[in-house]
Nanobody, 127 residues
Framework: QVHLVESGGGLVQPGGSLRLSCEDS????????MGWFRQAPGKEREFVAT????????YYTEDVKGRFTISRDNAKNQVYLQMNSLKPEDTAVYFC????????????????????WGQGTQVTVSS
């Protein structure tokens, strides 16, 4: 079993920072790919960033490049998202996602490639 639990969301002013964490509390499997998606009000869920354990590689959507950093603690099946220079348009529910297998580069943004999902954590960027 895999049970993803996110934490770290909250309310922050524009230009501020937040760090999201996601842990697989069961640790039954080695999760090759762990990443983050987000869903803003009235919009579809979209890819934010992902990290592959084997073969390496971190990938970001264009909107967050240079502002967000994804990192992993492989031993603990944990993934983090450091978000800096936050903008109001970053406001969304952020979901942790994971896959047992390595997702090919061209598919890292495809939600259907991820086997497991957390419940989400709210991030609100507002003055």
């Amino acid at each position: 079993q895999v049970h993803l639990v996110e934490s770290g969301g909250g309310l922050v002013q524009p230009g501020g920072s937040l760090r999201l964490s996601c842990e697989d509390s069961e640790r039954s499997f080695t999760l090759n790919t762990m990443g983050w998606f987000r869903q803003a009000p009235g919009k579809e869920r979209e890819f934010v960033a992902t990290h592959r354990r084997s073969g390496g590689g971190t990938y970001y959507t264009e909107d967050v490049k240079g502002r967000f950093t994804i990192s992993r603690d492989n031993a603990k099946n944990q993934v983090y998202l450091q978000m800096n220079s936050l903008k109001p348009e970053d406001t969304a529910v952020y979901f942790c996602a994971a896959a047992v297998n390595r997702i090919i580069t061209s598919a890292v943004g495809n939600q259907r490639m991820y086997n497991y999902w957390g419940q989400g954590t709210q991030v609100t960027v507002s003055s």
